[in-house]
Every structure is written in C-alpha cells, then in structure tokens.
C-alpha cells in the first residue's frame, strides 16, 4: 500500500561551516548528496528569513527517512539553541540507533577535556519492553543504554540496544566510525493539550502510535535525567509515526516524531525563535508527501499558521512552510 507521507524526512542543520559539520556526520554513516542555492528573496518566501542560503542533503545508506539538510545562511539570524536544557518550549532533537555507545562517550569525554561545548550525560538504562525483577544473568534484561549529547551544531540521543531488535527502526551503517543508523526519531516539547497535537494525526496523516500515561517526576527516574524534570513536573509522550508503521511496536518503522508534552502549568523556557529556519544548529523538521497541493489545502484549512506558498527549495522541490499549532515551524517538500 502507497502512503502520501511517510516519516520524518529531515532534520535541518544551521551552520556556518558545512564541510566540518559534513566530516562530523560522515562519522555517523551519512554521505554528501545533492547542493543547492536560493537567493535572499527565495529563502524569504519559503522560510521568512532575509538570507541568501546554500543546502546539503546528507544521504544514510538508502534512507527514504532520518536524513539531515546542513543550511549555510549568509546571514544567520540567531545562534540557535546550543546545549541548552532539553526542557524548554521549541527544543528539537534527533535520536540515532548505535551498535557502539562507549566509542561515542570516549569521544564525547574528550572533547569536554579539550574545552569544546559539549554537554553529555553518562547511558542512562531504560526498561524496554519488559518488566524489570527478572534473573540476573539467567532471565533476558531488554534494555536500551541511551545518552544525550548537545553540541552548538548537533542535539542528539544516542541509544544502544540489548536483548532485542526491532527490524524496521533503524538501520545502522555498519561501516561507519560510531556505527551508527539514520535519524530514528526526531523530538519535540510542548505544552500538553491533545487539540494542539491533534493536528499532525488529523492534518498531516501520520499514525498515532503510543500515548503514554501521564508520569510524576517522583516516578519517571529515567525521563528525569534525560528531560531534566523537576520536582513537581509531570510529563507524558506521544509517538507519531510513518503510517506503514503499527502500534505493535516490534513492527515499527523508524522516521517517528516523539513530543514530550508538559502540563500546562510547568514553567518552561519558550526557545521557538531559536529553532527556525535561520538559526544554527538543530531549527527545523521535513516531511515529504506525494501531493503537496493536497497538503497545502489541508494545513491552510488547519489551525496552523503563516502558511506559505508553494514554491521551490534549494533542490528543486516543490515546497511549502508553516507555524504548528504547537509552534513548531514546519516544511513540507514534494517527493
């Protein structure tokens, strides 16, 4: 079956030096695609930003998902998010599948001694798919290790699985240096009210995976330390997945958009103006469909915002932007 949207495409970099933010991805599997220009005038028409822009599209083996666009502004308008807190309104990261965390954590605790800014948490262990009380060393622990790495240009998750696999969820490159997948999932943070989120099941057409219930910090230890909650906080994640994807999660495909979604009364720092098109770093996420006419005409007669016209990206593709209602700033390509 033909499905007009399939997971998230890309992942949008800033950058104000591309070959070294191209040498950094190779390392995690991905390779050089194709480049291209727009002029000032294009680039405000799609992307509301006065800037003459060149883009890169980084390939991962034969992905059709995960794939990373590095965006050189001539004139970028902010230094994006940085290693800035994961809890904040506006916070985007990427989530990539490892067969090797420990190489990563090396490197990671050697840029740290060489003074780079580098933020990293040691793996932290999350319960996958099973209860925990097993028998240590008789009964199967299924685990992943996971850490947060945040750098000026890159804001990751790396994870590491033990005791399973799921097929269709990441794809390592077995010949790269952190043998590493593409994206498998891409995050967000809101506020959490169902009628904001609502529209990238009802507008968009991905599949509504997994709600989880709501979990107090007193017993979320683990989403503690990755979203840094605080004492009082209460949070709770949605999936949204590729529709060839299914809520049976070890027939799941990769390309999933998690939101992490607060009450509405936590004090969150509001950092959307740092991850637009403009900014360095991580600033924007891309779906691709089979009918961008039709998509135009359904997020146009959504609760979204500022949609654009449709117009031509830096490949060639036909393409269109907008404001979630959560706030998130979206672009749609043909494909």
């Not at 028409?45 to 059709?64: E, G, I």
């Not at 590095?70 to 904040?88: I, Q, S």
Request: hydrophobic fraction near 35%.
């Amino acid at each position: 079956m033909t499905y007009p949207i399939g997971g998230v495409y890309e992942m949008c970099i800033g950058t104000t030096d591309p070959m070294t933010d191209l040498q950094y991805w190779q390392q995690y599997g991905y390779s050089l695609g194709q480049i291209g220009e727009l002029s000032a005038e294009s680039a405000k028409a799609l992307y509301d930003v006065d800037s003459a822009l060149k883009c890169y599209r980084l390939n991962h083996q034969d992905s059709d998902h995960g794939l990373i666009r590095l965006m050189h502004w001539d004139t970028p308008t902010n230094a994006g998010l940085g290693v800035t807190t994961m809890r904040a309104l506006g916070n985007r990261w990427g989530a990539m599948l490892t067969d090797d965390i420990f190489n990563i954590i090396n490197h990671a605790e050697d840029a740290v001694e060489a003074g780079l800014p580098v933020h990293f948490t040691p793996p932290i262990r999350q319960q996958i798919y099973s209860a925990p009380g097993g028998r240590p060393f008789i009964d199967d622990a299924l685990c992943v290790r996971e850490i947060i790495l945040l750098q000026p240009h890159a804001r990751q998750v790396m994870f590491q699985r033990f005791g399973y696999s799921i097929p269709n969820y990441g794809n390592i490159n077995p010949t790269s240096a952190f043998k590493s997948s593409q994206i498998t999932h891409f995050g967000l943070v809101v506020y959490g009210d169902d009628d904001i989120i609502d529209f990238y099941e009802e507008t968009l057409g991905v599949l509504r995976a997994r709600d989880n219930l709501e979990s107090p910090y007193e017993k979320v230890k683990d989403g503690a330390n990755v979203f840094q909650l605080q004492p009082g906080d209460t949070y709770m994640c949605t999936d949204f997945d590729d529709p060839r994807s299914s809520t049976n999660p070890m027939l799941a495909y990769s390309g999933r958009l998690k939101i992490i979604r607060y009450n509405t009364d936590t004090n969150l720092p509001d950092c959307h103006h740092l991850a637009r098109p403009g900014s360095l770093g991580c600033s924007l996420y891309t779906y691709r469909v089979t009918n961008i006419d039709d998509y135009r005409q359904r997020v146009s007669n959504s609760p979204a915002t500022d949609v654009t016209d449709t117009v031509t990206n830096a490949f060639g593709e036909q393409s269109f932007s907008f404001i979630a209602p959560d706030g998130y700033f979206w672009t749609i390509l043909s494909g």
